[in-house]
C-alpha cells in the first residue's frame, strides 16, 4: 500500500478562540471549508510546555447547501466546545484532515488561550451568535447579544 499525500491547506476561521477566558469557561471555534467534504479528522488538543497532550477534543461538522447563514456555497463547518480548564497560557492545536474528490487535504492551527481565575465572559457578536445559534441551536440563543444586554 503507497502513502497518499495530504495538500495542506489554510482553515478559515469563522469563530476563533478568545485571546483570555476564565477558568471553567466553555467557548466555542468554528472552521469552515467551502465545499462538501468528507472530514477525516477533527481533533484539538492542548499542548503543554514539555510536548504532552494532557487533554484532547472532537469536534463536529455539518454539510451546509447554499444560502446557510447568508453564504452562496456550499460548505463544511468544523466546530469544538471547550473548556478551559487550567489556569496559565494554554496551547490549543486544532487538526482537521478531509478528502474532496480522490484527494485528501488536511491544516493545522495553534492559537494561545490565556486562563485566567477572573475575566469577562467570551465575546460573540451577532453574526457569531447566529452562526453558532445555526449550528447547535439547542445551545445558543438566537436573541442577537445586543437585544439582550439592552433587555437586561
Avoid at 121 to 141: F, N, R, V
Amino acid at each position: 500500500m503507497s502513502d497518499v499525500p495530504v495538500t495542506e491547506f489554510p482553515i478559515t476561521w469563522r469563530i476563533r478562540p478568545p485571546i483570555e477566558v476564565e477558568k471553567g469557561t466553555l467557548f466555542t471555534v468554528v472552521a469552515q471549508i467551502n465545499g462538501r467534504v468528507e472530514p477525516l479528522i477533527i481533533e484539538a488538543f492542548i499542548v503543554s510546555p514539555s510536548g504532552e497532550v494532557p487533554e484532547r477534543f472532537h469536534g463536529t461538522y455539518v454539510h451546509t447547501g447554499p444560502g446557510f447563514n447568508n453564504d452562496g456555497m456550499e460548505s463544511t463547518y468544523m466546530w469544538f466546545n471547550l473548556i478551559a480548564r487550567q489556569k496559565g497560557i494554554q496551547k490549543y492545536r486544532f487538526r482537521f484532515s478531509w478528502r474532496f474528490d480522490r484527494h485528501l487535504y488536511g491544516g493545522m492551527d495553534t492559537f494561545d488561550v490565556r486562563v485566567r481565575r477572573r475575566c469577562p465572559p467570551p465575546w460573540y457578536c451577532t453574526d457569531d451568535q447566529d452562526l453558532l445559534a445555526l449550528l447547535e441551536p439547542e445551545m445558543y440563543d438566537p436573541t442577537p447579544i445586543e437585544l439582550m444586554i439592552e433587555n437586561a
